[in-house]
């Protein structure tokens, strides 16, 4: 629980998907279709201004606006919650419980690192909990000298 996020981002595989702020709804539902994740980063040249999440669609977007002519940025969450790449696995299942909230943009010195997800999250324990489980039943069957 207490390794840093730093660790996390390392073994992931994909990186963090992103759109301008003018990209359409659709543009960047496309994105977040064809890359199977749940929201992109919506940045501002270098800067980020917001994320764009599956929720953001339920909410914001089905039938209430035109998705090929809305641009995310009237339809994204502006109010960011950020995590530090040294901060720990329990720091960000805190922030994820409390907030609500699936995705979680790490950001070192005003740049972007990659975001975190709470299946990032859940995975990163099963695999822990794997490892812990082998070892009792090594343990229990007589797999470690006495």
């Given amino acids: 629980m207490q390794t840093p996020l730093r660790t996390l981002l390392g073994q992931k595989q ?10 359409t709804v659709a543009a960047a539902v496309e994105l977040m279709n064809a890359n199977k994740v749940g929201s992109v980063l919506v940045m501002d040249g270098e800067r980020l201004v917001g ?10 977007v089905v039938g209430r606006v035109d998705a090929v002519k809305a641009q995310v940025s009237q339809v994204m969450t502006k109010d960011l919650v950020v995590m530090r790449p040294t901060s720990t696995v ?26 975190i997800s ?25 797999k ?3």
């Fill in 90 to 115: 329990a720091d960000a299942m805190a922030v994820v419980s409390e907030k609500r909230i699936r995705h979680l943009p790490v950001v070192e010195e005003g740049r972007v690192v990659g975001v």
């Fill in 144 to 146: 470690y000298p006495a």
């Fill in 14 to 23: 994909g990186k963090a998907h992103s759109v301008s702020p003018t990209s």
């Fill in 118 to 142: 709470a299946g990032d999250l859940n995975h990163w324990l099963i695999r822990g909990h794997q490892g812990q489980i082998e070892q009792l039943v090594d343990y229990i069957s007589g």
């Fill in 51 to 60: 994320i764009f999440t599956e929720r953001d669609v339920l909410r914001r």
